[in-house]
């Protein structure tokens, strides 16, 4: 797909890994597809995660899997409370780790956009 943003085409890449950075699986899509799309789409299997981090855009990722965690969104009626701010905070340093890998994947050149 072609990105207006980057100027070129894009690939999206979803990579699932364990909690000790070891790629479990990586799904890529070329259509332009929202992330909770591709997610369901591919159907990993994670019957054995005690925990899923992912970012906010699997929202609804809790329905289903129970132990799903993704950032809480504020609204202008709703603004995140101190302990939301502090939950988002500690959910993004945990899931640091999957964007250490996508900036190793973007050491291959067929990865990079730049």
Do not use: W
Not at 71 to 86: G, H, N, R, S, W
Request: aromatic share 10%.
């Amino acid at each position: 797909m072609y990105s207006g943003k980057k100027k070129c085409h894009t690939t999206k890449v979803q990579c699932i890994i364990n909690h000790h950075k070891v790629i479990l699986q990586v799904d890529t899509s070329i259509i332009q597809m929202h992330d909770f799309k591709l997610f369901k789409r591919t159907n990993p299997n994670l019957t054995n995660a005690k925990f899923i981090l992912a970012d906010s855009g699997y929202q609804g990722i809790q329905h289903i899997h129970a132990n799903a965690l993704t950032p809480l969104k504020q609204t202008k009626k709703y603004p995140l409370v101190q302990e939301a701010k502090e939950y988002n905070t500690l959910l993004s340093k945990t899931r640091v780790k999957i964007e250490h890998i996508f900036a190793k994947f973007k050491a291959f050149k067929m990865f990079s956009t730049t």
